[in-house]
């Protein structure tokens, strides 16, 4: 697993490629294998494949203009009256989209949509959830663009152990 770990990178770049519906399945049945508090399991997914939709979705922050170029997004939601912990329980579910996505060949980046604005100052949650039809219930964490990279950058490394970030028994 520690390699899956190492070559994990955000990916903004994709190739002109559709995504299996096989590959997409194994991370969705990832994501679902999180843990989650109390075992609420608060998530749900929105898979995004239209063109057009995924264009309006590159507008849902400043930080999110490059995934129109991803040939699927995923949105992370949660319903939040069902769990207080939607937030860390969704986070969970993310990472393990990014670890099988790199296990599967594939290329994500996290999009932080929750506590954002639109570049014109719109709520980002708020325009997620109108765009994709996402009832009042549910709150909007992020989406995650999911394709096969067009880019390689270099993973990590063993330098990405800082012995100074250990701290044992005690501060």
Not at 7 to 14: A, H, P
Not at 25 to 43: D, F, I, T
Not at 153 to 161: I, K, L, N, R
Request: glycine residues 4%; hydrophobic residues 35%; charged residues 25%.
């Amino acid at each position: 697993m520690l390699d899956v770990i190492l070559k994990r990178r955000s990916i903004r770049q994709y190739e002109d490629k559709p995504v299996e519906p096989e590959v997409v399945r194994e991370v969705l049945l990832a994501a679902m294998c999180a843990p989650s508090a109390y075992h609420k399991n608060p998530w749900s997914f929105v898979l995004v494949e239209k063109e057009e939709i995924r264009e309006r979705l590159s507008r849902a922050t400043n930080f999110a203009s490059f995934s129109k170029k991803a040939p699927i997004i995923i949105v992370i939601t949660a319903d939040s009256q069902s769990s207080p912990h939607w937030i860390e329980d969704s986070s969970i579910v993310g990472a393990h989209i990014y670890l099988e996505a790199v296990n599967q060949g594939l290329g994500t980046c996290w999009v932080q949509v929750y506590n954002m604005e639109t570049p014109d100052g719109t709520n980002s949650e708020e325009y997620v959830r109108s765009v994709l039809g996402i009832p009042e219930t549910e709150r909007v964490l992020c989406m995650m663009p999911l394709g096969y990279p067009a880019e390689h950058p270099a993973g990590h490394s063993e330098a990405s152990f800082k012995k100074d970030k250990v701290h044992t028994d005690r501060w």
